[in-house]
């Protein structure tokens, strides 16, 4: 069964500094979702990331994903109180399935 | 389209009772997807449909859930004789998997359900 593992699952941060939160999966699977959940409120997408060696910006956020090491990250550079939200990734079971698999999340808070 | 919609977004039974959540995807998504969600923890899977068919219900699930998406648009998610480990957040998202299409979720802002 498909397990979906993040670290750390809480991350507390001053503003303006960086930091790296993980995902890793067991599958062999090449296609990874960052979401961005603000407390009470839904998912929001963050990031699609569907091949080895893939890597997307938006803003001060940064995901990567290798397969190899069935390992995604993603970056925060500066963080700033905004940010603040839980982070979670998902991945496909099996490639081509589109049934996602959720993380544990990762609780972040940015401290001004 | 104004994005996934669910209802009712909260609602309170007691024990015992039964209940049913109303999911409306984006009208070009051909997936759905419902997800429970409990405090502190990530989207669990429940079950996902391809236009009207029930793909897979996880097997985590008790008979008394069902989940049904007749002719292929809104999906219902209904709980049997709930119980208080039941409340919890039911999430609906569906996406569009055609092609080169990235299997993005949107999802709903949720039904939550407290058992008294």
């Known amino acids: 069964e498909l397990k979906v593992e993040q670290n750390p699952l809480f991350l507390s941060m001053q503003e303006g500094k960086n930091y790296t939160i993980y995902c890793n999966y067991s599958?062999?699977?090449?296609?990874l979702y960052w979401y961005r959940q603000d407390p009470g409120k839904s998912l929001e997408s963050l990031f699609v990331l569907l091949s080895n060696g893939a890597v997307k910006q938006e803003g001060r956020l940064m995901a990567s994903l290798d397969t190899k090491a069935r390992l995604s990250t993603l970056h925060i550079t500066a963080a700033v109180h905004d940010l603040s939200a839980t982070y979670f990734c998902a991945v496909d079971v099996t490639s081509g399935t589109y049934k996602y698999i959720f993380g544990t999340g990762t609780r972040l808070k940015v401290l001004a | 389209d104004t994005g996934v919609s669910q209802d009712p977004r909260h609602k309170i039974t007691k024990r015992g009772q039964n209940v049913t959540f109303r999911c409306d995807p984006i009208s070009e998504h051909n997936r759905l997807y419902w997800y429970r969600q409990t405090l502190g923890q990530g989207p669990e899977f429940l079950t996902y449909f391809q236009n009207e068919a029930q793909l897979e219900k996880s097997r985590l699930l008790s008979d008394r859930f069902s989940a049904e998406r007749p002719k292929g648009s809104f999906s219902t998610l209904e709980i049997q004789r709930t119980e208080q480990g039941d409340s919890a957040m039911y999430l609906c998202?569906?996406?569009?998997?055609?092609?080169?299409?990235?299997?993005?979720?949107?999802f709903g802002e949720g039904s939550r359900l407290t058992v008294l």
């Open positions: 998202a569906s996406s569009l998997v055609v092609g080169r299409s990235t299997g993005e979720l949107f």
């Open positions: 599958t062999t699977s090449d296609r």
